[in-house]
Nanobody, 124 residues
């Protein structure tokens, strides 16, 4: 069982940066694939980034590649999403998710555990 709590969202101007954090409970954290998803009003939840359990492989949606960076600290049971050069279209609720597998997938249905979400708003 894994419980996830996100933090770090807020309001930022276009071109600015934010860092999201996701604190996880559960002794098996280091073995889980961790992902970030986002959902804008009226849209489906979409993949943003994922990182495998050892932290050596990262995966990004094309829309954020080169601007966002996912990382994890297994000693702190925390995964991060550094978001740079933010755009108004990045505005959404961002969710942290955990998958009890070593295989990374990009679909929300592949993740069993979810945080409550944190709002990110980018003004133009």
């Amino acid at each position: 069982q894994v419980q996830l709590v996100e933090s770090g969202g807020g309001l930022v101007q276009a071109g600015g940066s934010l860092r999201l954090s996701c604190a996880a409970s559960g002794r098996a954290f280091s073995t889980y694939v961790m992902g970030w998803f986002r959902q804008a009003p009226g849209k489906e939840r979409e993949f943003v980034a994922a990182i495998n359990w050892i932290g050596g492989s990262t995966y990004y949606a094309d829309s954020v590649k080169g601007r966002f960076a996912i990382s994890r600290d297994n000693a702190k049971n925390t995964v991060y999403l550094q978001m740079n050069n933010l755009k108004p279209e990045d505005t959404a609720v961002y969710y942290c998710a955990a998958r009890g597998s070593t295989v990374v997938v990009k679909t929300p249905s592949g993740y069993a555990y979810w945080g409550q979400g944190t709002q990110v708003t980018v003004s133009s």
